[in-house]
């Protein structure tokens, strides 16, 4: 079955710094959405990709969908303490289950 | 806050026994969604509704059930419960079924079993 892996599982930051966290898929993905869940909390949605390539930016927040469709990324510049979470990505082929990765918790160094 | 709201917050119990667990939707979302999260777990789909239909099962045990209401809320049912079985469930909504679909996360319940 569709399996979304996601590297790394951990990411210790120091503030001001940044990082990328990353999402393959076995199968070609029709769309990709990532979720945020800060400690305590649910996932919220973050964003959906869902053309080749495509490039969307939210502040200092990047996701990417690579050009096959089988992977992902989400960059973040100058870390900040509200970065605080677990990232996830999920993955949907033309059915209706997401496939979640298993997160890349993320801790900042002040 | 989501829309989607889920009782209890927390639920304790012993091994054998069953509970249930509510979810209602945000206002107009037909899907209905439930996952678990164990610890240091991603999110394991278990099961999907849509319009009172079930639509796409995941991982769900068969000792777990699920059904949504007439009013669109959903009930999650886990029977002879094991110590395994701990974990936060979180249901989530959205509009349609589709797969552009974007979904919304209750605040969840966690069940721990003794």
């Known amino acids: 079955g569709q399996q979304v892996m996601q590297i790394p599982q951990y990411q210790h930051v120091q503030e001001g710094e940044d990082f990328t966290t990353y999402c393959n898929s076995s199968?070609?993905?029709?769309?990709i959405q990532w979720y945020k869940q800060r400690p305590g909390g649910h996932p919220v949605f973050l964003i959906q990709?869902?053309?080749?390539?495509e490039v969307k930016k939210q502040k200092r927040l990047t996701f990417q969908f690579g050009e096959a469709k089988k992977n992902s990324s989400l960059h973040i510049t100058a870390t900040q303490t509200t970065d605080v979470g677990t990232y996830f990505c999920?993955?949907?082929?033309?059915?209706?289950?997401?496939?979640f990765g298993a997160g890349t918790t993320v801790t900042v160094r002040a | 806050d989501s829309g989607v709201t889920q009782t209890p917050k927390h639920l304790i119990t012993a091994t054998g026994q069953r509970v249930t667990l509510r979810c209602s939707p945000r206002?107009?979302?037909?899907?209905v969604y439930w996952y678990q999260q164990s610890l240091d777990q991603g999110l394991q789909f278990l099961i999907q509704?849509?319009?009172?239909?079930?639509?796409a099962k995941g991982n769900i045990l068969e000792r777990f059930s699920a059904q949504q209401f007439p009013d669109l809320h959903s009930e999650l049912n886990l029977s002879s419960l094991e110590l395994g079985d701990s974990a936060l469930y979180f249901c989530?909504?959205?509009?349609?079924?589709?797969?552009?679909?974007?979904?919304?996360f209750g605040p969840g319940t966690r069940l721990t079993v003794l």
């Open positions: 989530a909504s959205s509009k349609d079924s589709g797969y552009m679909d974007t979904q919304y």
């Open positions: 199968t070609t993905l029709s769309n």
């Open positions: 990709l869902v053309k080749s390539g």
């Open positions: 999920a993955g949907r082929v033309r059915d209706y289950k997401l496939s």
């Open positions: 206002s107009g979302d037909l899907s």
């Open positions: 509704y849509y319009n009172g239909e079930e639509r």
